[in-house]
Every structure is written in structure tokens, then in C-alpha cells.
């Protein structure tokens, strides 16, 4: 399978956030499953700077992108069983910061333009090309778009991961040909205007074939207006072919029995080095010594959607308890002066450092007992996994990422890894807080055995990769692992194999007729993993597992029998935790409502008309007997918004950027 993976950042390149992780550890794990895998990221000063030596230039080409004709220039380099691509043009990308300039959208329009552009010239013409986050939504759009013309466009499946949902790459709508190069079609029939906006992420969510989130319960959390800004109704829209994939951390990099960057080495069966970790952590940052009491650490931005509010409301309640604290982060200045004071107020007991500081953020790691994270909300999270693997036991509010790899402890029947509370509520924390506080300090048994538990969990990259993996082969069709590749197959364990066994042979796909209704029509054998492990599956009515075409109005390029192994894959319902699913399911008639296309009436109104439709996709259940006269709109609409698209435009209006959107 040949994956190009597109990123704005990726470690050890270059890095503002978690999807530099993830982009710098997922791709060579899918290259040691067997993939053919490449990345590709912009050239960035700090890249050329640090690596520029290492790479090998392989040519340049000019991308054409509304009136402009920019030079691309294409680098690479071979690391970990990847090739890294880097597209190269200085006034784009020689400069200092990554992104938060005023030119964002054009500088990510050429990113994603000369992505698409650049195609010819990397080593292999991808099965899919898998983007993330707003900086490349538009390379699943322009896909579409060339799609149009050329075939081989069509051949190229893609996928979209989210990372956090409120960067969305919102722009004025008078800006699409001037800036991004599309057609006014785009914003008319829907697929790109929300809220009056061009939005790159909802462009993408509805032309990827498939979405996912960094975690199943923010997938679920993506189809709620709490979680959602504003993009729930179009998350529901596309249930059928949204999932969650955990995120994993790099399992080699954090391992406390080998890393060199703590003082003392230690691993569950021997945890002497943590204390010798636990007394560095002390010195480094002035907490006092004091027997059989806890260090509850925090390593965070200090931004409101952490949860800091809750801590700002029981701090002296949290400090009354046999514990000390430190907290490591930068964020804003009223969190910032918060703790400042407050370690004013518990000198030895509170420590506060306002940095970005590597080293001592693997001090905390390996010297904490228990770390904090209450965030209100948390698309995946990457501390509590490593904080665990360094046994400092995690206290989470469940949400996103954070209630998918921290179960609750139940010291009765030694279960759980962890603390959690549910409700946004600085009461819950602190009752969360006491009990884990006093488990450490009477039950020292109890809580080393959790310890233990949250230290031998599996977060490694090679779960999530062969997740992906399966995204790949649904929406392709291919079947995964590839059959020739029998020794990787027979090397599997049976729950390593245990994702694959639904995945059927392309040959034996299930003709089209039978594809659609789903579940139903998938053989019995097939179909009874998915309903055995999630009822959720049964709940659903047929009318929701929306054909593709229907729930992504710009694929009428896609062969019916393509469109049946992203049916099968229903992935958001694996993910979906049941008790969650359930109501999120039972609230939202989800994908009876028109889809964006078929809301837009071709002709004058039609981009008001189209604004209407996210309120549409919430509210109007239609009855499934519409289904063939809403079919029969959709193909005039198809074909009005086709013809509209190509005609372009003589006259474009002047751009007006709206706000820098994204990060
Ligand atoms: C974003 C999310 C974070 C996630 C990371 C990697 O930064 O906020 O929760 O872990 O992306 O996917």
C-alpha cells in the first residue's frame, strides 16, 4: 500500500504541537508494517537550517495557483523506512515562525496546491494520501477538483485527520479564487461555506473519504455543539465514515528502564530509581522532603480549555491534603500570575515554573506520583501516556483521549490505571484528588500495583498504525495485511490479526446493491465482529449509513463499487464508546437530512440557501421514503454545481482576508 502522508509539522523537523508527534512517529510505523510510506512537509528556515544538509535535492516545478506561478523545489531524505519530502519556496516558508502570519491561507494553499502538483515527481503514485488539521484540507479538495479532468486523480483515496477541531481555516468567501484558485461553485453548492465562511476543514470533512479524530470518544465529542465549534452538524452528517484512532507515543524514547535523560533508571518490577528520580525532582525544584507524600504534577499550556479554572477554585482545598505539587508550563498571563502567587502562598510545597523546558518536564515525568489533567477538553493528550509509562498515575476529566486510556481505579478488585472524574466540576476533581492522594499515603500496596498497571499499558505507535492501516484498505478496497505478505500474517498474534479478519479480499467484495444497505448485507460471518463488540451497530437505522455520494456531495467521480468498502468500514461505530453512542445517536437524525449539494438550489440564492444547511442537518429528520426523490435533486444539483465549476470566473474579486484562521 502507498501512503503519502501530508503534515504542516512533524519531529524531529520541526514542532508547535501534538500532530508534530504524531506526524514524526505514525508514518515509520506504518513503513514497519509494510507500507510504502512518504511524508511530505513544507521547508521550512528552521528545517532547512538544522537538516538542509542531509537532504538530496531531487528537481522543481512551478504551481500554478490562481494568477500565481511559484517556483516549488522538492528535497528528501531517507529516515526510519521513510522518505521525507520537502517542498521548498523562501517566501513562503523561509521564515521564522510556522504559522500565526497574516498570510497563512496562501502560504497553505501553496502547500497543499504544490502537494497535488508534486505528485508526479515522488517515488510512487499514492493509494492514499492521508492529511491532517487545516493546513492541508485543501489537498483532499484539489484532488477533487483536478479530479474533474484527469482520472488518475480519481484514483487517489484520501483520509483526514483531525487533531483539535477549533482550527478550522476560515476565510472570507470573496477569497476563493483569488487566494485558493477554486471555483465559486465550491462555496454555492455548500461544500466549503459554513457560517458565511470558506472553511478549508469542513471542505475536507465532506470531500475526504475518510475522517478521523485522535481518539474514539472525541469522534463521538466532535458530533456535540460543546466540542464541536460549530462543526457538529456536519461531523454528524459524515458519521458513517468518521472514527477515532488512538493516538500512540514513541514507546523507545519514553522508556524509564533506558532513558538517559532521568537520573535513575526503573522499570515495574523495580521501581527503586523513582525515588532517587522523586528526591532530583525535589532538589530541582525546592519541595521540601517528606516521607509518604505525594507529588502531583501538571505539564501543560496553561490555556482555559486544560481545566486550569478548576484548580484556580480549590487550590488552598487541594494544598490542605498530604500532598505537594509542581506545575511546568506557559500559556496565559491570568493562569501564569495565578500560579506565581500560589507558590508564593506554599513555599516548599507548591513549585511553579513558567517555561517550555524538556529536561525538567522528564524530571516531573519520572519523579511525580500522580499527574493532573482535567482539561475540559482533549482531542487525544500525550502526557498522561507518558506520564504512565513512568508510573506517575493520572488524574483526568474524561474527555477525548484522556477517558480513552485512563480507567478509573477500582483498588477492591485491582482494575483501572488511573483517576477520572466526568463532570466539569472543581468539587469532582478534588474528590478525585483526596482519593488518590490518600490511596498513595494508607494503601502504599494498592497504589504500587496501580502503578504497575499504568506502566505495562500499550501506547505504542504499531496499534494505532495498524488501525490506519485498516482505514487504508476499507476505503481502497485493498484487503490488509496483503495476502502475499504471509509472514508478516503469520507472525501476528491473534489480537494483532483480530483488526484485518473483517477486512475482505478485494475480490470478494460485496457487489453494490448489497454494499449499501450495510451491516445487514454483509455475510453473517463478517458482519458479527463489529455487531458482537458494539450494539451501537444495531441501533443505527439503515437510512444513516449514508451512501458516500450522498454524504459527500463532490464524489460523484467515485465507481459505485468503490463506494462499498467505506460502507463497510462504518468506522465511527467502532469507535464510539456505547454508552455514549447511544444518545449522540438517538438525539440527531444525522444523515437523513440533505447534504450540503442537495440543500444549495442551483441559481441566484444559492449560496444563502446553503448557509441554511447546517441548521438543516440538525434539525429535519426527512422520512427514508424521500431517499429516491432527494437522489433525483441531488443529480441535477450535481450536474448544476459541475457546470458551474467549470466555468471560471473571468473577473475575481480583490481578496479580503478574514482573521489568520487556523493556529
Ligand atoms: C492536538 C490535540 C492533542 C493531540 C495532538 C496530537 O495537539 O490538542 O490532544 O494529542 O493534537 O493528535
Redesign the pocket.
Known amino acids: 500500500m502507498k501512503i503519502l502522508y501530508v503534515s504542516s509539522e512533524a519531529v524531529p523537523f520541526c514542532k508547535t504541537?501534538?500532530?508534530a508527534?504524531?506526524a514524526g512517529s505514525l508514518p515509520p510505523a506504518l513503513a514497519e508494517q509494510g507500507a510504502e510510506v512518504a511524508v511530505v512537509l513544507p521547508l521550512y528556515e528552521r528545517v532547512r537550517d538544522r537538516f538542509g544538509s542531509q537532504m538530496k535535492f531531487e528537481c522543481y516545478d512551478y504551481v500554478n495557483l490562481a494568477w500565481r506561478h511559484s517556483y516549488c523545489g522538492l528535497f528528501s531524505m531517507e529516515k526510519d523506512g521513510v522518505t521525507w519530502y520537502f517542498l521548498d519556496n523562501e517566501q513562503y516558508f523561509n521564515r521564522g515562525t510556522l504559522y500565526g502570519q497574516a498570510d497563512d491561507g496562501e502560504r497553505f494553499a501553496f502547500f497543499s496546491r504544490a502537494v497535488v502538483r508534486m505528485l508526479d515527481h515522488f517515488k510512487f503514485w499514492p493509494e492514499v494520501v492521508h492529511c491532517n488539521d487545516w493546513q492541508s484540507a485543501l489537498v483532499p479538495i484539489y484532488l477533487k477538483d483536478d479530479g474533474v479532468r484527469e482520472d488518475r486523480y480519481r484514483s487517489i483515496k484520501t483520509v483526514l485527520t483531525i487533531?483539535?477541531v477549533e482550527y478550522q481555516g476560515r476565510y472570507n468567501p470573496y477569497v476563493l479564487g483569488e487566494l485558493f484558485g477554486l471555483d465559486t461553485g465550491w462555496v454555492k453548492d455548500g461544500t466549503l461555506l459554513m457560517d458565511g465562511d470558506v472553511n478549508l476543514l469542513k471542505g475536507a470533512v465532506l470531500c475526504a473519504d475518510a475522517v478521523n479524530a485522535?481518539s474514539p470518544t472525541y469522534a463521538n465529542e466532535l458530533k456535540m455543539p460543546y466540542f464541536a465549534h460549530r462543526m457538529e452538524g456536519i461531523m454528524r452528517q459524515c458519521s458513517d465514515k468518521l472514527s477515532g484512532v488512538l493516538?500512540g507515543i514513541d514507546m523507545k524514547l519514553y522508556d524509564p528502564r533506558t532513558d538517559n535523560r532521568i537520573v535513575k533508571n526503573f522499570s515495574a518490577e523495580d521501581m527503586t530509581g523513582k525515588d532517587a528520580c522523586k528526591a532530583e525532582l525535589r532538589r530541582m525544584v525546592g519541595l521540601r522532603e517528606e516521607a509518604h507524600t505525594p507529588i502531583v504534577a501538571m505539564v501543560s499550556r496553561l490555556v482555559s480549555h486544560k481545566g486550569l479554572d478548576l484548580i484556580c477554585e480549590v487550590l488552598h482545598d487541594m494544598m490542605e491534603l498530604p500532598m505537594q505539587m509542581v506545575v511546568l508550563g506557559t500559556g496565559d498571563q491570568r493562569y501564569e500570575e495565578f500560579f506565581h502567587w500560589a507558590a508564593q502562598q506554599y513555599p516548599g510545597r507548591m513549585a511553579v515554573r513558567m517555561d517550555y523546558n524538556e529536561d525538567l518536564s522528564m524530571a516531573i515525568y519520572a519523579g511525580a506520583d500522580l499527574f493532573l489533567m482535567p482539561s475540559k477538553s482533549?482531542?487525544?493528550?500525550?502526557s498522561q501516556m507518558i506520564a504512565m509509562r513512568y508510573g506517575t498515575v493520572p488524574i483526568v476529566r474524561e474527555t477525548?483521549?484522556l477517558k480513552d486510556t485512563v480507567q478509573p481505579c477500582e483498588s477492591w478488585r485491582d482494575a483501572g490505571n488511573g483517576f477520572s472524574f466526568t463532570n466539569y466540576s472543581s468539587g469532582d476533581m478534588l474528590h478525585v484528588i483526596r482519593e488518590a492522594v490518600y490511596l498513595y499515603k494508607d494503601y502504599p500496596d494498592v497504589f504500587g500495583r496501580l502503578r504497575q498497571r499504568a506502566m505495562s499499558c500499550d501506547f505504542s505507535w504499531a496499534r494505532s498504525a495498524r488501525e490506519y492501516l485498516r482505514i487504508y484498505a476499507t476505503i481502497t478496497g485493498q484487503a490488509w495485511p496483503i495476502p502475499s505478505d504471509t509472514r508478516r500474517a503469520a507472525e501476528m498474534s491473534p489480537e494483532e490479526a483480530a483488526p484485518f479478519a473483517e477486512v475482505a479480499p478485494a475480490e470478494e467484495a460485496a457487489p453494490v446493491e448489497e454494499a449499501v444497505p450495510v451491516v445487514e448485507a454483509a455475510p453473517a460471518e463478517e458482519a458479527a465482529p463489529v455487531e458482537e463488540t458494539v450494539p451501537v451497530v444495531e441501533a443505527a437505522p439503515v437510512e444513516e449509513a449514508a451512501p458516500v455520494e450522498e454524504a459527500v456531495p463532490v464524489v460523484e467521480a467515485a465507481p459505485a463499487e468503490e463506494a462499498a468498502p467505506v460502507e463497510e468500514a462504518v468506522p465511527v461505530v467502532e469507535a464510539a464508546p456505547v454508552e455514549e453512542a447511544v444518545p449522540a445517536e438517538e438525539a440527531v437524525p444525522v444523515v437523513e437530512a440533505a447534504p450540503a449539494e442537495e440543500a444549495a438550489p442551483a441559481g441566484k440564492a444559492a449560496a444563502e440557501a446553503a448557509e441554511e444547511i447546517v441548521p438543516a442537518v440538525e434539525t429535519v429528520p426527512a422520512p427514508a421514503e424521500e431517499k429516491p426523490a432527494k437522489k433525483g435533486r441531488k443529480a441535477v444539483s450535481k450536474s448544476t454545481s459541475k457546470a458551474a465549476k467549470s466555468e471560471k470566473k473571468a473577473a475575481k474579486k480583490t481578496s479580503a482576508k478574514k482573521g489568520t484562521a487556523g493556529k
Open positions: 504541537g501534538g500532530l508527534d504524531v487533531h483539535n485522535v493516538n482533549e482531542p487525544c493528550g500525550l477525548g483521549g
